[in-house]
């Protein structure tokens, strides 16, 4: 036959146990929000990077293609073949030619 000592020791042993297992279970419910919320700022963080990365890649890109200076470069690339193909349509021999374009591309960088 079960004493009263004993009921009540196990009584406290069962009490005990189902307070332990209702803080585990909170830490683990705390825990599991917090690393929750630190997955959720390190993913923004990434696409954060990742938006100001793209958007400079972006800028770069219209910069080489539409900038003024490179308008100027295309235009300045167009006259050149453009005068070429006159040269060689007027009969100017291919020495003659390159000799031209020397002469013009040495008094540019000199």
Known sequence: MLT???IRR???AFGTYRKV??????????????LSNVHCHNLRWAFEGWRKSNVLTMWA????????????VFEANRTIKNLLDFMRKEH???E???????SVFDRATG
């Open 10 to 12: 196990l009584r406290l």
């Open 61 to 72: 890109e219209e910069l080489n293609t539409v900038g003024p200076i490179t308008e100027e």
């Open 4 to 6: 009263q000592t004993y």
């Open 96 to 102: 003659e030619v390159q000799a031209w374009k020397k």
């Open 92 to 94: 100017y021999t291919e």
């Open 21 to 34: 297992c209702k803080v585990k279970k909170y830490n683990g419910q705390r825990a599991k929000k917090i």
